[in-house]
């Protein structure tokens, strides 16, 4: 049997992975803190017919050799943290990070997630909650000043009025790692502590590398759709060309068995 239709059903295999992988940065071209990931790619194993260097003769070593490989695999798809675009929104609790880091915020079981997703609202305590409810870390209460005194300034510190007088509130932190592109993406615009991340760095904005706050903003994906749209025609012809190959490695063993008749 040949070779061939084994080695090009991994590369239409890998083009199949990397249209969904496409089809998902695509899907949220709109999402609130999105960072698109883009697919790494490694060959497969060799058949050695002849080493390179082999000794054909004494003193004789071939240049090259014959070294036929076996398709190509995923191995991995690598976030990719580049800024996104920073809309106005006018909310005082929406907030974008202009820089490195994420938002600390606790599950419902006790865990933390990290976000670059900063819509915040109020929950039913007047804590600074996600849009799913997920209580910012650090356990922020607005509840009780003046509407429309809220505010957020670059360092993180949250501030309002009550009664005419000037409160602070508390400070939101901002979480960075060593390697965030090792976080685990969890869905629901939150990553997840992993050992590839190293441990989170946890402090003010503005210091220690950390990102500023922009309150009155957020930030939108990075996905830039017409990268996307190139990935998508490229997979798409990779995959009809390996299909291809496949139909003439067909054609040759049908030519092989009339040979037989």
Same mark, same amino acid.
Request: proline share 4%; no cysteine.
């Given at each position: 049997?040949?070779?061939?239709?084994?080695?090009?059903?991994?590369?239409?295999?890998?083009?199949?992975?990397?249209? #969904?992988?496409?089809?998902?940065?695509? &899907?949220? +071209?709109?999402?609130?803190?999105?960072?698109?990931?883009?697919?790494?790619?490694?060959?497969?194993?060799?058949?050695?017919?002849?080493?390179?260097?082999?000794?054909?003769?004494?003193? /004789?070593?071939?240049?090259?050799?014959?070294?036929?490989?076996?398709?190509? =695999?995923?191995?991995?798809?690598?976030? +990719?943290?580049? /800024?996104?675009?920073?809309?106005?929104?006018?909310?005082?609790? #929406?907030? &974008?990070?202009?820089?490195?880091?994420?938002?600390?915020?606790?599950?419902?079981?006790?865990?933390?997630?990290?976000?670059? #997703?900063?819509?915040?609202?109020?929950?039913?305590?007047?804590?600074?909650?996600?849009?799913?409810?997920?209580?910012?870390?650090?356990?922020?209460?607005?509840?009780? +000043?003046?509407?429309?005194?809220?505010?957020?300034?670059?360092?993180?510190?949250?501030?309002?009025?009550?009664?005419?007088?000037?409160?602070?509130?508390?400070?939101?932190?901002?979480?960075?790692?060593?390697?965030?592109?090792?976080?685990?993406?969890?869905?629901?615009?939150?990553?997840?502590?992993?050992? &590839?991340?190293?441990?989170? =760095?946890?402090?003010?904005?503005?210091?220690?590398?950390?990102?500023?706050?922009?309150?009155?903003?957020?930030?939108?994906?990075?996905?830039?759709?017409?990268?996307?749209?190139?990935?998508?025609?490229?997979? /798409?012809?990779?995959?009809?060309?390996?299909? =291809?190959?496949?139909?003439?490695?067909?054609?040759?063993?049908?030519?092989? &068995?009339?040979?037989?008749?």
């Amino acid at each position: 049997m040949l070779r061939g239709l084994y080695t090009s059903a991994t590369g239409m295999r890998a083009q199949e992975v990397l249209i #969904d992988n496409t089809a998902n940065n695509l &899907a949220n +071209v709109n999402t609130n803190g999105f960072k698109r990931s883009l697919l790494d790619f490694a060959d497969l194993v060799y058949t050695t017919e002849s080493a390179p260097g082999s000794e054909i003769t004494a003193g /004789q070593v071939t240049p090259t050799g014959l070294q036929i490989g076996s398709g190509v =695999r995923p191995v991995g798809t690598n976030k +990719v943290f580049t /800024q996104g675009t920073i809309i106005g929104t006018g909310n005082s609790l #929406d907030v &974008a990070i202009q820089g490195d880091g994420f938002f600390k915020v606790q599950m419902p079981n006790g865990e933390f997630r990290y976000t670059r #997703d900063g819509a915040f609202r109020t929950d039913a305590e007047g804590r600074m909650v996600t849009g799913d409810g997920y209580v910012l870390d650090g356990n922020i209460t607005i509840a009780g +000043v003046d509407p429309g005194t809220v505010s957020i300034s670059p360092e993180g510190n949250v501030g309002g009025q009550l009664d005419g007088a000037a409160v602070q509130l508390g400070q939101i932190q901002i979480a960075r790692f060593a390697n965030p592109a090792g976080l685990s993406s969890e869905g629901g615009n939150m990553y997840s502590l992993t050992p &590839a991340s190293g441990p989170e =760095r946890l402090g003010p904005p503005l210091t220690d590398g950390a990102g500023s706050l922009r309150a009155g903003f957020l930030e939108r994906s990075n996905v830039e759709v017409v990268s996307e749209l190139v990935s998508l025609i490229t997979a /798409q012809r990779a995959y009809e060309i390996n299909a =291809r190959a496949i139909r003439a490695g067909d054609e040759m063993l049908s030519n092989s &068995a009339q040979i037989i008749r």
